[in-house]
């Protein structure tokens, strides 16, 4: 099976001077080191995992080969997490550390302004027990007022979180920053006026919203593309009118769509594995989660090149694209997000509801 691949206080922070000229997408100008060139194309999510069962699952699948763990503040489960990778790299039955490991975390809404990102990037680090980050992504293009709920915060912008967030790389905290569920023109515009530029772009693609263009368009500026919820409408907490023509009460998921079903068969693979491998096949940075661990040796199969589809078989799964995004909080939060996507929200109808954690 492929094997993949200090803290500051805020005062410190502000008195670290800018660093001069725009580095490209991508380019790392933290000292920090790694023995990871790149971010591994195969991830762990953690989103959802139950608090219980989450530290297994990190370490079963940190030995097994996984080398990407993606996390979140809010997903309330970091300190599960680095349970998991501590007793993995405390492991004398494997070879590898820190440095060969990707972790990926997120600012949440209500951490967007300056002291507040701080005191959240380094409760990340002392609850997954490392000392940075690989990669620290703006969870959503949202900031809420601290300790107000959902309250927008209209002092913020995102550039100025932006801000904040090059200088958690000045201070060492994390090799590199990144964006999450952002529209078009709301990358345009950090792309526009960052110094210290984004590494890549987390949001929402799969067979059911697989927004080609966008990834396209991402990776041509020089952004990695994650793709979350990769099994698309998989997710429990998700709605159930994809096929608007399902008049069964049973759900139905993209892993029992006839069509991959037929498909995966013709593959002599699972549907996930069929599902994951278009995803890499497109290039895209896959983050299955799981806890269970025959699932997560069955994604992971997938690092090995067991499933390629032909340009026509490739195609053919385009023109299934049903346009359908599952994770959408904006009509919760009175945003309205992806504004110039497929599916956006729509605050005058009765549109998607997501939790808006991913």
């Not at 006839?258 to 594995?273: D, G, H, I, M």
């Not at 995803?279 to 069955?298: A, F, M, N």
Request: glycine share 6%; net charge negative.
């Amino acid at each position: 099976m492929a094997k993949f691949w200090s803290t500051l206080a805020v005062s410190a922070i502000t008195l670290i001077p800018t660093i001069s000229g725009t580095p490209l997408p991508g380019v790392n100008i933290s000292p920090l080191t790694s023995n990871l060139d790149d971010i591994p194309p195969i991830g762990l999510g953690t989103w959802l995992s139950d608090r219980d069962k989450v530290a297994d699952a990190v370490e079963y699948a940190l030995k097994s080969g996984y080398r990407h763990i993606d996390a979140a503040w809010i997903y309330k489960n970091e300190d599960k997490t680095g349970q998991g990778l501590k007793r993995a790299l405390k492991s004398t039955s494997h070879s590898f550390s820190r440095k060969d490991i990707w972790i990926t975390s997120k600012l949440w809404n209500a951490h967007h302004r300056p002291e507040e990102a701080t005191k959240a990037i380094q409760e990340t680090l002392r609850n997954l027990g490392v000392e940075y980050l690989d990669l620290y992504l703006i969870h959503w293009p949202v900031a809420f007022v601290p300790e107000k709920g959902d309250e927008l915060d209209k002092t913020v912008t995102m550039l100025d979180t932006w801000r904040t967030m090059e200088n958690l790389v000045r201070a060492n905290l994390t090799r590199y920053i990144g964006i999450s569920n952002f529209a078009k023109h709301e990358v345009e515009d950090i792309l526009e006026h960052c110094v210290i530029c984004p590494y890549a772009h987390e949001f929402e693609t799969h067979p059911y919203l697989q927004q080609q263009d966008f990834v396209d368009w991402n990776q041509e500026k020089g952004l990695k593309v994650i793709a979350y919820s990769p099994f698309g409408d998989t997710n429990p907490t998700y709605r159930n009118d994809v096929d608007e023509d399902n008049g069964d009460k049973k759900k139905k998921t993209l892993l029992n769509d006839p069509y991959w079903v037929e498909l995966a068969k013709k593959k002599n693979s699972t549907v996930a594995q069929a599902v994951l491998s278009w995803g890499l096949q497109r290039k895209t940075v896959v983050i299955p989660k799981s806890t269970s661990k025959s699932h997560l040796d069955e994604n992971l199969e997938v690092a090995d090149g067991i499933v390629e589809f032909t340009d026509g078989e490739m195609k053919a799964i385009g023109e299934k694209d049903k346009k359908k995004r599952m994770n959408n909080p904006g009509k919760a939060w009175g945003v309205e997000l992806f504004s110039d996507l497929d599916d956006p929200t729509r605050l005058d109808d009765d549109g998607i509801l997501g939790d808006g954690d991913l």
